[in-house]
């Protein structure tokens, strides 16, 4: 299984909701990050969880807030998000110099 | 620091026409080296990767790429383009040695016309 999923494909919130991106992967990898990508850009890195540990936070606003359960699943809650903030969200996990991405949320905050 | 320029953010090429896309990078020691492609809406997918070894890596749906160390390059090329190959294209380097973090070019959207 060399897949990471991640839920939901789409996701619609308002400013004042609080929901949650989850990612899962069943490679055995130990190390996780987040991006965001806005359109017609590169993925920007916002997290790296290395053995269940947060070890890189890329100066990410605190409406974001990562949460490494087990060593197959990562989360990101959302709360009080801007418009600005609406972009794909994805999720990577590495071996060995690989990174294998999920599918991304699409996420728009209206 | 390391750094990768992808040059053209638009390569547009004929069906059975050579495909090139163009990736210099940055580094004071040469980095671990990638190509991705990324369809509409979708997650990146991994085309090939440069680690260690011989300079000519081949990878899925016919791409290859060389790493040139004398040009801090990794171009991308495919002899014969498909419709089904337009996409976003991203280069990206990760440290040797270090934690395996990509950090991509800007993307070249590749435009296949028939």
């Known amino acids: 299984d060399t897949e990471v999923t991640q839920t939901p494909k789409h996701l619609v919130m308002g400013m004042t909701n609080k929901k949650s991106l989850k990612c899962e992967q069943h490679?055995?990898?130990?190390?996780m990050y987040w991006y965001k990508q806005k359109a017609k850009k590169p993925p920007e890195l916002m997290f790296v969880?290395?053995?269940?540990?947060?070890?890189i936070n890329e100066s990410v606003p605190s409406r974001f807030s990562p949460e490494c359960p087990n060593s197959s699943l990562l989360n990101l809650h959302l709360h009080a998000l801007q418009p600005e903030d609406s972009a794909l969200y994805l999720c990577?996990?590495?071996?060995?110099?690989?990174?294998?991405f999920g599918q991304g949320t699409r996420l728009t905050v209206v | 620091a390391q750094s990768v320029t992808q040059l053209g953010s638009h390569v547009s090429v004929s069906e059975g026409a050579l495909v090139l896309l163009r990736c210099n990078y940055s580094s004071s020691v040469p980095p671990y080296l990638f190509w991705y492609v990324q369809y509409p809406n979708q997650g990146l997918q991994l085309l090939l990767k440069y680690t260690t070894g011989a300079t000519l890596v081949k990878g899925i749906n016919g791409f290859e790429a060389e790493f040139k160390k004398s040009e801090t390059s990794f171009h991308l090329t495919k002899p014969s383009a498909h419709m089904s190959d337009a996409a976003e294209y991203f280069c990206?380097?990760?440290?040797?040695?270090?934690?395996?973090?990509?950090?991509f070019g800007r993307g070249t959207s590749l435009i296949v016309h028939p």
């Open positions: 490679m055995g990898h130990r190390a």
């Open positions: 990206a380097v990760s440290e040797r040695g270090g934690s395996y973090i990509p950090t």
């Open positions: 969880y290395s053995y269940e540990k947060l070890s």
């Open positions: 990577a996990s590495v071996l060995n110099t690989e990174a294998f």
